[in-house]
Structures are given as structure tokens and as C-alpha cells.
């Protein structure tokens, strides 16, 4: 078996050790230890047992990390809570690695087992992506978070949710202990290495600031000054004026040809996108990243017009994440939906978003910036516990985000979100159904009745 988890020099680890004192396996990545307020060196559990281990792991850990873990008689791979260290592997040859570009460091190897049938069909090339396990070689599989790869049989085995996510009896105390989580991140990480955080007009990264209240000193904001970004930019601008935040705006530094067709094989061919073309943008700064990304979860992002007793279907589903009806892709998310525990349809789709989207198109990206590491302090086992905790009506409203700040930073919330508040919000509305069209009618066919019934 061969392990690889970075193409850029050694990547941070650290030991793991059971109840008993054994060391039962390694931390990959950047873990985040809130139980002992730092960037994890050596991590000590009570517990005896892969499950009660990788329990206790999920409770205290943030960050982005992978676990391999081996206690003799286990032997498996475990992602964080949405698999920013994102995993492929070959069952056959029994290889895992970071990126196909580990499973293939020939180049020609590399490019053989491209399947350029399934990038078409999947239309990679323009806003798709590669769900259920899928990549973009023939043979290899991407391991979906929430899921451990099982290193004798090499299996993919679902580990959570085994049940449905309990309502908060309060639901304001889950979104304090949520930005608390958040906030603590934040500060360890601003304690190890330079720290930048986005800034846009948007939810998540409003919620990032209200959790740097007590960390303005500590970090710095920047915004990306990309096509359609201008009312991020005014608005980034605007509150970092008001709030008195170090912020830049970074003006877009479009890929070279070679630099593009690196960051290509950085991800393995499974998606392109804006950041295909733009990553050098970021390459200034130095030490971590921190975006918004998985904040959605908070607000049912693949709800529209679903109940918790709406049937799913493979089809539906692919509807909902905006991918074509390609039977090599209903296999899987008919594959998906059967492996799903006893849970309600909002639930199930919630769980699409981490799994099928996220953590298959976000954080498939995970190697792909050479010189700055991301950071993502909304994903851990707790925050998601917390998010999924909250009353259906708040999440379905969209108003969680804007509650928690209201709780963190209230006067952040005298600034729209995602909104100029004039005319030009109207404007900026008409600007988007020209400027992608496609994507305004994938939207629509979100409206279509999608959900079938199973027979």
C-alpha cells in the first residue's frame, strides 16, 4: 500500500494514540485541537476501538486533516467531517493518494486513464463535476466524506450519520457554541502562521468576521476582485472602513497556459471552474487561507420545494446538483441513496450537499494551490451537528447566518448581505441572466418536478 497526502514537500502529521496508550494510527493535515487550544502535535484519546477513537476525534478536532488508522486489527482511512483532504484510490492496485497525479507519476499513465467520454458527458470542462465517488480516470475512485475506506478489502463503508441529527432544544445556544468553535479555530490558527480571511457581500464570510470580533489584530481580510465580484469588493471595502479591518482587494492574475494545465493536474482532471484560471490571484499571501465554504449547511441549500417526506430519486437528485441525467451517474446516486440510514429527506439532501457536492467539487481542490494552504473553520463534526440541530423554519428562511452574527457582531448586520440596498441590486440581477444564461436555466429545471416517487 502506498500513502501520499501532499504534492508539495512533507505534510504535517502526528501520532495518534488509543486509551491504552498505543499508537493506533496518524493525523494527516492541519488538525485543529480546541480541547488543548493548538495545532495538534500528538493527539491522546481515552477511548479503545477505531469507532470510539474516530468519535473523539470528530468532537475535538477542527481543521484540515485525514486520519489513517491502524490499530492492529483495523486497518482504515478516515476523512474530516466534509473531506478537505480529499482522498482517491485504485482497489485494484490497492494504492491511495492525494490526487491521481500520485496514483500516476507518469505522466503518459497519467493520461491514458483519463476518461474523456465521462469529462464530456459530465461537461467538467464547464460547470461539472464528478459526484459518488466518480473521477476523472477510469478506475480510480474518490473516497466521500462521512465514509472510511477499509484498507484490507478496500471498501467504502458510510460511518455517519447513523441516525437523524437531534433538534437544539435552543436553538440560539447551538449557533453561540457554533461561532465559539469557529472563533477558537480562527485564533489558533492566527497564532501559528499569517492568517487571511475572505471578505465578500455574502452569509458566510459575514459570519467569519462576526467570529473575528476579538481578532481584528490578528488576521487579515482580503477580497478577490473577480468577474461579477464588483458588490463584494464594495462591500468588503465598505465594512472594512467601518470595522476598522486590515483588508486588500486582490486584483485577478489570470493562470498561464502551463500554470493552468499544473492546476488541472493538481485536482486530477475532476473539475475546472474560475479557479482554474485564477489561482496565481492568491499567491502573495503566504500561511493560511480561511473561506466560507460548507456555511450552506446552515441553510438547506438543495431544499427548494422539498419536505421531510419527499421522495428521492437518482434523477431528482441530479437535478438538484444541476448535473445531466447520465445513467453512469444515476448508478451512483441510486448507489448513494441506498446506502443513506433511516432519515427524512431534508436530511438526505443536506448530506448530498456535504457529500456530493462539497466535498467532490470544493474540496477535490484541496492540492491545488501551491503556495497557500486553505483553511476551512465552518467544517468540522460539531459545526455540521449544530447546523443540521436548527429548527427547520430558520434553516429554510435562510435567517441561521444572519442570527448568528445578530448573536456574535450585531452591528455587522447594519451592512446588507449580498445586497448594494439601491438601484443597483435590480441592475446586478439583470447583469446575471446575460452574462450565464446556461446556468439561469439549470436553475429552472430545479422547478420542474423533479422528485419521483421510488416504486
Known amino acids: ?237 465598505d465594512l472594512a472602513l467601518r470595522f476598522g479591518l486590515r483588508h486588500c482587494v486582490r486584483h485577478v492574475v489570470r493562470a498561464s497556459v502551463q500554470q493552468a494545465d499544473a492546476w488541472l493536474r493538481r485536482v486530477g482532471h475532476s473539475l475546472t471552474g474560475a479557479n482554474h484560471y485564477n489561482h496565481p490571484t492568491v499567491w502573495p499571501m503566504r500561511g493560511y487561507m480561511i473561506g466560507g465554504s460548507s456555511g450552506e449547511v446552515a441553510r438547506g441549500f438543495l431544499w427548494l420545494n422539498a419536505t421531510p417526506e419527499t421522495k428521492l430519486s437518482a434523477a431528482a437528485l441530479a437535478d438538484r446538483l444541476k448535473l445531466p441525467r447520465l445513467p453512469r451517474l444515476l448508478a451512483r446516486l441510486d448507489a448513494w441513496l441506498t446506502g443513506l440510514p433511516p432519515i427524512d429527506t431534508l436530511l438526505a439532501l443536506d448530506l448530498a450537499y456535504i457529500e456530493l457536492r462539497m466535498g467532490s467539487w470544493g474540496y477535490a481542490q484541496a492540492y491545488a494551490n501551491p503556495t497557500l494552504e486553505a483553511q476551512h473553520v465552518l467544517v468540522s463534526r460539531a459545526i455540521f451537528e449544530a447546523m443540521l440541530s436548527l429548527p427547520v423554519a430558520m434553516r429554510r428562511d435562510d435567517t441561521a447566518i444572519r442570527r448568528a452574527v445578530e448573536l456574535t457582531w450585531p452591528e455587522l448586520l447594519t451592512r446588507p448581505i449580498n445586497r448594494y440596498g439601491d438601484w443597483r441590486d435590480v441592475q446586478k440581477q439583470i447583469t446575471r441572466v446575460f452574462r450565464r444564461p446556461a446556468r439561469v436555466m439549470a436553475k429552472m429545471r430545479q422547478y420542474r418536478p423533479a422528485m419521483a416517487r421510488v416504486s
Not at 53 to 76: E, I, K, M, N, T
Open 1 to 237: 500500500m502506498g500513502t501520499a497526502v501532499s504534492l508539495y514537500g512533507p505534510a504535517r502529521s502526528c501520532p495518534l494514540r488509543d486509551g491504552r496508550g498505543a499508537c493506533v494510527g496518524l493525523i494527516i493535515g492541519t488538525a485543529i485541537d480546541l480541547a488543548a487550544g493548538e495545532i495538534a502535535k500528538a493527539i491522546d484519546t481515552r477511548a479503545v476501538g477505531a469507532d470510539a477513537v474516530l468519535q473523539d476525534l470528530y468532537d475535538r478536532l477542527a481543521g484540515s486533516w485525514l486520519c489513517v488508522f491502524d490499530d492492529g486489527d483495523v486497518r482504515r482511512v478516515y476523512l474530516d467531517a466534509n473531506g478537505t483532504k480529499s482522498l482517491v484510490f485504485d482497489p485494484h492496485r490497492k494504492l491511495i493518494g492525494a490526487t491521481a497525479q500520485i496514483l500516476f507519476p507518469d505522466t503518459d499513465a497519467y493520461d491514458r486513464r483519463l476518461d474523456h467520454e465521462l469529462l464530456r458527458a459530465m461537461n467538467v470542462d464547464a460547470d461539472g463535476w464528478l459526484p459518488g465517488g466518480l473521477t476523472a480516470h477510469s478506475g480510480i475512485e474518490r473516497l466521500m466524506p462521512n465514509h472510511y475506506l477499509d484498507l484490507e478489502s478496500f471498501t467504502v463503508v458510510r460511518h455517519w450519520p447513523v441516525a437523524p441529527v437531534p433538534v437544539a432544544p435552543v436553538p440560539d445556544d447551538a449557533l453561540r457554541g457554533m461561532c465559539d468553535r469557529i472563533a477558537r479555530a480562527i485564533g489558533i490558527l492566527a497564532a501559528d502562521r499569517p492568517t487571511h480571511v475572505a471578505l465578500t457581500a455574502g452569509n458566510e464570510t459575514r459570519l467569519l468576521l462576526a467570529c473575528c470580533r476579538d481578532l481584528r489584530e490578528e488576521v487579515d481580510f482580503f477580497t478577490a476582485a473577480t468577474v461579477g465580484a464588483e458588490l463584494d469588493v464594495h462591500r468588503a471595502r
